[in-house]
């Protein structure tokens, strides 16, 4: 089964992050595909590589691993997204969240846009960090995300 966020979930991000580009690219990008989390970040993905052709499916897989690798491990993320868990309405934690993704992946030599830290802060909001890091391992066959 698809992770997705429904119409009202987006509505509340949208309502939480009025003002923000990347936010409400990613928004509208969930809204076109209906909530599913795997077409949205594809086509984000895609974006970023401009004419270039990639294998979309494959960049996903990798990117969920390289970001998993880094969110997993770090305490200070995880603190940070049980601290919005117990505010989901907070315009301030979600941001610094989202924020705290991108500087910890571009200290580990990942360079993240924030349209894609902001697609994979909902995903993890959405199915939870500790399923993210214990239920969702990759494989080779990994469709997560």
Partial sequence: MDTLLT???????????????SSEKVLATLEKYDGR???SFDELLGEMGG?????LKRLRKVTLK?????VCG????????????????????????IGSLVLLSNAH???????????AVLYILKIGLNVL??????????SAL
């Fill in 109 to 119: 030599g990942i360079p993240l846009e924030s349209t894609i830290a902001t697609i």
């Fill in 66 to 70: 390289q970001l998993r690798k880094e």
């Fill in 37 to 39: 989390f795997d077409d």
């Fill in 74 to 97: 770090d305490d200070s993320f995880r603190t940070k997204v049980q601290e919005y868990s117990k505010n989901p309405g907070s315009a301030p934690l979600l941001n610094g969240l």
């Fill in 133 to 142: 890091c214990e239920y969702t391992e990759a494989t080779d066959d990994d």
């Fill in 51 to 55: 004419q270039k052709s990639f294998d």
């Fill in 7 to 21: 119409a009202t979930e987006i509505s509340n991000y949208r309502q939480i992050l009025p003002d923000d580009e």
